[in-house]
């Protein structure tokens, strides 16, 4: 099955640092990747979609200076976290489609927590 | 994209068949009803997605009614792996179409 892996799994870091989360597609080429956030006990939120080689679109609400997304490649795209501070600790997820208009599924990695001190 | 409706949670004996009901009255023509699992401290995993017909793989069965107003998913033989939270999604066409997930039914299988 199509397997998406994510980098690194866990981070702890001090307030003010920047934080860079990776997404790999590891069997497949990822035209579409996703990025989600989640909050103890709450449900998966989407922050931004990313076409590979296209500006990401971010949902509303989520600051597009502050969570920079970068798909430069099919098989890769990063979330970095610029000025990470307490209140961004949270479970980051992404996930990975392919094709262009065939409806396949979202194939999810396995989350990066994050804890910002 | 269309709103789901699950059971906030429900029990399951560990052998027997977990029905999981899941309602999308308000589903458009082309939209999809995809079923997800997020096991603790997980990413979600994908179970299986139909459109109009009855699917079935490997993992579940999908029971999509013949107005498409709600679905069921059912684990033939839950066993304890199977406890997680469960999400009922409509998604339309498309791979760049989003995943919005609700609240999910928190599936728990018993001894």
């Known amino acids: 099955g199509a397997v998406v892996s994510q980098h690194p799994s866990w981070v702890i870091c001090k307030s003010g640092t920047s934080v860079k989360i990776e997404c790999r597609s590891l069997d497949f080429q990822a035209t579409t990747m996703f990025w989600y956030r989640q909050f103890p006990k709450q449900s998966l939120m989407l922050m931004a979609t990313s076409n590979e080689g296209s500006k990401a679109t971010y949902e509303q609400g989520v600051e597009k200076d502050k969570f920079l997304i970068n798909h430069a490649s099919l098989t890769l795209s990063t979330l970095t976290v610029t000025s990470a501070h307490p209140e961004d600790s949270s479970f980051y997820i992404c996930?990975?489609?392919?094709?262009?208009?065939?409806?396949?599924?979202?194939?999810f990695g396995d989350g990066t927590r994050l804890s910002i001190l | 994209d269309a709103k789901t409706t699950q059971p906030t949670s429900m029990d399951c004996a560990e052998g027997r068949a977990a029905n999981l009901p899941c309602n999308h009255s308000?589903?458009?023509?082309?939209?999809?009803v995809y079923w997800y699992r997020q096991i603790h401290s997980q990413g979600p995993q994908y179970i299986i997605h139909g459109l109009k017909n009855n699917e079935t793989n490997e993992m579940a069965s999908l029971i999509i009614t013949e107005d498409r107003k709600s679905s069921t998913l059912i684990l033939p033989h839950a066993t304890l792996r199977d406890t997680a939270v469960y999400y009922c999604?409509?998604?339309?066409?498309?791979?760049?179409?989003?995943?919005?997930f609700g609240t999910g039914t928190r599936l728990q299988v018993t001894l």
């Open positions: 999604i409509v998604r339309a066409t498309g791979t760049a179409s989003k995943l919005t």
């Open positions: 308000t589903i458009s023509g082309n939209e999809y």
């Open positions: 996930s990975a489609s392919w094709g262009a208009n065939y409806n396949q599924p979202q194939h």
